[in-house]
């Protein structure tokens, strides 16, 4: 007796085209969960009146304030950077600073910072390299306190 077919072809596929778009399906509402479960930080203006090139900017948070400093100053691509962040009147459990690439999409570039003396907060990052001469940047520190803040810093690089 030769084998009895029980699924024809154009039901296999018709399961197997199923199949792909219920876990395309179930990715993009997992992927939205995740996202609803993200704290929703509470955006601060940016100040526009600071020049990280010259030092560390400082914003003012209700009663507090958040000091951002790029090293080396001159904010050099595929270099490490040095990122620190100094918090007086507000007391956060973790910092995070991500920066974007304002006038071209660069990907998102995420550093945990870590504790370090006082009530300062470091890390490291590497820029990359753009085709664009000079590229504006945002530095969003991302504060998770008894309320979660970011704080948005810009700076600019140019490329060599």
């Known amino acids: ?11 296999k596929g018709f399961l197997t085209v199923l199949a792909f778009v219920s876990l395309a399906a179930g990715g993009f509402l997992l992927a939205r ?9 509470e ?8 020049d990280l090139r010259n030092g560390p900017c400082i914003q003012a948070i209700g009663e507090g304030r958040v000091s951002f400093a790029i090293e ?10 040095r ?3 100094g918090v ?14 304002l006038n071209m999409d660069m990907g ?7 504790p370090s003396a006082g009530s300062n907060w470091e890390g490291e990052t590497i820029l990359p390299i753009c085709s664009q001469r000079r590229m504006e940047w945002e530095a969003a520190v991302r504060l998770q306190a008894d309320r979660a803040l970011e704080i948005p810093f810009r700076f600019f690089t140019n490329r060599p």
Do not use: K, Y
Request: aromatic share 4%.
């Open 1 to 11: 007796m030769t084998g009895v077919r029980i699924v024809s072809e154009g039901m």
């Open 33 to 41: 969960f995740w996202q609803a479960e993200a704290p929703a930080f």
């Open 43 to 50: 955006r601060v203006a940016p100040t526009g009146d600071c």
């Open 72 to 81: 080396p100053n001159e904010i050099p691509l595929m270099q490490t950077l």
């Open 83 to 85: 990122l620190r962040v």
């Open 88 to 101: 007086e009147g507000l007391a956060p459990q973790a910092v995070e600073v991500d920066i974007r690439g």
């Open 108 to 114: 998102l570039n995420r550093t945990r910072l870590q």
